[in-house]
Structures are given as C-alpha cells and as structure tokens.
C-alpha cells in the first residue's frame, strides 16, 4: 500500500508544556485510521500537527498525500452564507471557476444526501445532521485523498451517528480517500476503520493498535458488537481509556 501520511517522533509543547510526544504512525492511501484515547491525552494536537495547523516542536511530518479536507466537532459553517456557499468554500479561495463550483458543490451533495433544496438554506435553517453535512460535503469538494476528521459525530443522538457514519464509509468507499478518524466512540471506530490506533493517556506516543477485521461497511452489527465488547472487556490495550478522569488531569 502506497503511503500518505508519516509520523514520526513528532512532539508539541504548549506554553512550555509538552503534552504530546514520540507520536509515529504511518496511514496508507485509502487506509481509514481511527485514532481513540482519553480526553485531553493530545488527539486533536496530533491532527493539527499531522494537518500542519501547528508545528511540532520537535520529529517530523511526512505528507504525501495531495490534498486534505477536514471535518470538526462544530460544522464551523458561516451563518451568513447558504450551505451552497459555504461547501463552495474552499473553491472560493483556489479560484476555481463559478460554473466549476456548482457542479462540484453539488456532487459533493449528493455524496453526504443534501438535496438542492437544502442548499439555498442557511445554516440556522438546517438541522444539526444537516449542518454537519454540509462540513463533510465542504471537505469532500476539493477532491482530497486524505480527510481529517476529529470528532465530528460526538454531538449527535445514536441514531443520526449512525447514519453519518454510513455516508462516510460510503463516501470513503467510492472516493478512495485515506483519513485519520478521531472519535472517543469505539463502535464508530471499529465501524468506520481498517484500523485502530490507541494514544498514550499522557500523550506519550501510540500505546498499540488493533486491525479491525473486514472492510468498512462489510461487517456485520454482531461481529462489531463482539469485537468492541472484548476490546472493554479483556483488551488491555483499551483498559486506560475510560478510566480516566478528565477532571483529575492538571
Ligand atoms: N491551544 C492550546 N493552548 C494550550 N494548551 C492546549 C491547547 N490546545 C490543547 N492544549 C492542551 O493540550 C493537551 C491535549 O489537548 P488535545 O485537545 O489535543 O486533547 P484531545 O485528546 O483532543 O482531547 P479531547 O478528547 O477532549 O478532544 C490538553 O492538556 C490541553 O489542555
Ligand atoms: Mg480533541
């Protein structure tokens, strides 16, 4: 497998403290890699370093893929532009011709299931799934091989969840793009993901990973189940993630 991304010994300090180091992982083209761990151990840095939003203060990035999309836990839509204009976005900014847009605004509508309709409204007019598709929609319009998701379904009931998850692993499917999935959700990691990698608590590196049997979209609600019951349960890989108290941490 080709590669698109490369971590390696990448480190961050902010304001002198250093909450991430010795971070190496290495993502193939197409390859879905979920990344889990507790809340504050470093995910978030980690992908803005990986996306060159920030530097590291120390190892090194390797992008090799062409272009990336990224989707957050807010839409980050602007309120004053229609779903249309906001998804056009990024095309916007690289000067691609109007009637260019259009065509590719809708495409990439159709991806994420956003009727025409929807397009002419504003955010405040659609609903939170809605919105959050528009997000992913305006990170699939410039065509990347590579998206950064970080948390984008945390905000939405289990049923919705599901269903974004689907166009995802759809749109992943027919788009062939690679991407680092962070999610605090190992259902939604084992559904969406070739592969799971686990973060130190502390920031202190990748603690390990698990392939996930099967392709994304093949596996059956059974096997998932089983297989995230036994990561809880018996996997001691997965064991510091949910005993920690975010509130303890300094
Ligand atoms: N801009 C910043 N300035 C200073 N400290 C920061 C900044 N962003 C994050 N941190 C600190 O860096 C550490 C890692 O934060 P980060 O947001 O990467 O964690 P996370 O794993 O994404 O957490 P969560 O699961 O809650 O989103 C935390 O201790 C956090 O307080
Ligand atoms: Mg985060």
């Excluded at 300090?13 to 971070?23: I, M, N, Q, W």
Aim: net charge positive.
């Amino acid at each position: 497998m080709e590669t698109a991304l490369v971590l390696e010994g990448v480190e961050h300090a902010y304001l002198g403290r250093t909450v991430v180091s010795g971070v190496d992982m290495r993502i193939g083209a197409g390859e879905i890699t979920a990344l889990v761990g507790p809340s504050g151990c470093g995910k978030s840095t980690v992908a803005q370093i990986a996306s060159g939003l920030i530097e590291p203060s120390r190892g090194r990035v390797s992008r090799l893929y062409r272009r990336h999309g990224m989707v957050f836990q807010e839409p980050r839509l602007l309120a004053w532009a229609t779903a249309h204009d906001n998804i056009a976005y990024p095309l916007r900014l690289a000067a691609t011709a109007r009637r260019d847009r259009s065509r590719r605004v809708a495409a990439a509508a159709a991806r994420v299931s956003l009727e025409p309709a929807d397009l002419l409204k504003y955010p405040v007019e659609l609903s939170g799934g809605m919105r959050q598709r528009a997000a992913i929609a305006r990170a699939l319009v410039v065509e990347p091989d590579f998206i950064y998701f970080d948390e984008p379904f945390t905000a939405l009931d289990a049923a919705l969840k599901r269903r974004m998850q689907d166009l995802v692993i759809m749109a992943a499917g027919a788009a062939r793009f690679a991407a680092l999935f962070i999610t605090h959700d190992l259902m939604e990691a084992a559904r969406i993901a070739h592969r799971v990698l686990v973060m130190d608590t502390h920031g202190r590196g990748i603690a390990g990973e698990r392939r996930v049997p099967g392709e994304p979209g093949a596996r059956s609600d059974e096997a998932l189940y089983r297989l995230t019951d036994s990561w809880h349960r018996d996997d001691p890989l997965f064991r510091h993630i949910f005993d920690v108290d975010e509130r303890r941490i300094p």
